[in-house]
């Protein structure tokens, strides 16, 4: 009685083709496209995590850059004959400022920013100031990488 189990088992078990082998390398594709699949989801989220940065920060960032060169030259007159060098240097600093917070802002307002997770548009209303961390859409957190509530 004891000595029949295993075979009644086996017996009862869906018989597998001669090739056993099969099962161990389907296994090792699978999870390897796993994490390919997850190394993909990580990169696009670190792009759009930084594009949100840059989107939500650039514009304030070149304010206060004006704001600072501003006061700088009223509080310190003495630099305003400031050599063609740090001249150009000054504007060239704010106008790639201004540059990536309009490249950033309009990828994310027209929809070329899309989710890494589910592929819409990140940010549903054209019209939002501030570009949330979580897609509209999955809830898909660009800053944890956490999956949001389906
Ligand atoms: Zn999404």
Redesign the pocket.
């Known amino acids: 009685m004891v000595c029949l189990a295993p075979r009644a088992l086996r017996n009862y078990a869906p018989s597998a083709p001669a090739g056993a082998s099969v099962r161990p390398l389907s296994f090792t594709v699978r999870s390897r496209m796993a994490n390919a699949n997850r190394a993909a989801l990580a990169a696009a989220t670190r792009r759009l995590r930084l594009l949100r940065l840059i989107a939500n920060f650039a514009l304030p960032t070149a304010l206060a850059y004006v704001g600072g060169v501003g006061l700088t030259l009223h509080f310190f007159p003495s630099l305003i004959p400031l050599g063609p060098m740090t001249g150009s240097a000054l504007v060239i600093a704010g106008v790639a400022l201004a540059t990536a917070s309009f490249i950033s802002t309009a990828s994310f307002r027209h929809g070329v920013a ?7 548009r ?1 940010l549903r209303s054209p019209y939002a100031l501030w570009v949330p961390r ?7 957190d660009v800053v944890t990488g956490s999956e ?1 509530d389906f």
């Open positions: 899309t989710c890494p997770r589910c592929g819409q990140f979580r897609c509209q859409y999955c809830r898909y949001g």
